[in-house]
């Protein structure tokens, strides 16, 4: 069996003629955090959705707990999960009932407790009868969570996952993912803006521009090479193609 949770190997997506992800290939071992940064449109959520199996890969592979998305993603759907600000959850729908709608389709067992706990761990409770539309950005954006760890997923992935919080609020949520990664012995994959997010919780950090892949080592190595004190100056290098001098 294998011991890496996510392998991507050669993974290529082209929009009509645009190269989105362009030969990327990574293994994450099981129970890892593992950022992707990089600017925007350098490929993180096209990446993420392979890894989910949203978006079939032009070409390359994904496996997740050794099974292959394009092929069997069936087989293993239910051991991960995701959370995004790009999919709505269904609006008039009271929160409540969005998040029982997610539990039954994942086939859990006492679904009114599953939530209580997770509307206690991420605060949820006073709005959970309120219809999912008439949430402020940061309340969604904990719902959006709950979602996504309504399976007690395996594997779970993260684009942008605190982008729309107050840093008081967001600062919460890393504490609730650590504890997450430390009750599941989680694997999980963040796509994130947020340097000090990422610095906090990633053992190890890719390094994305315009669709590759140009770095992948742990937060202090990266620092090292690269001589600088925070990642938001090794982004900065990276971003404005001091990569090569930086690196050397
Ligand atoms: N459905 C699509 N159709 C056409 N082009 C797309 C589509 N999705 C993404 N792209 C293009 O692919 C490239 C990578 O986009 P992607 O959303 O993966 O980047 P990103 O790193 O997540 O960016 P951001 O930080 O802005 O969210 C961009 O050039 C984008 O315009």
Redesign the pocket.
Known sequence: MSQFAIEARHLRKV??D?P??DDVSFAIPKGSVVGIL??????????IAMVMGLTLPTSGEVHVLGTDMARHRHDVLHRMNFESPYVDLPGRLPVRQNLSVFAKLYGMRDVAVRIARLASDLDLTSFLDRPTNRLSAGQKTRVALAKSLINDPEVLLL??PTASLDPDTADWIRGRLEDYRRERDATILI?S?NMAEVERLCDRVIM?KS?RIVDDASPSDMLARYGRSNLEEVFLDVARGRVQEAAQ
Do not use: P, Q
Not at 38 to 46: E, I, Q, S
């Open positions: 929009f009509r645009t989105a992800v990089g600017g925007n449109g350098a490929g993180k959520t096209t990446t684009d942008e796509a803006h994305m669709g």
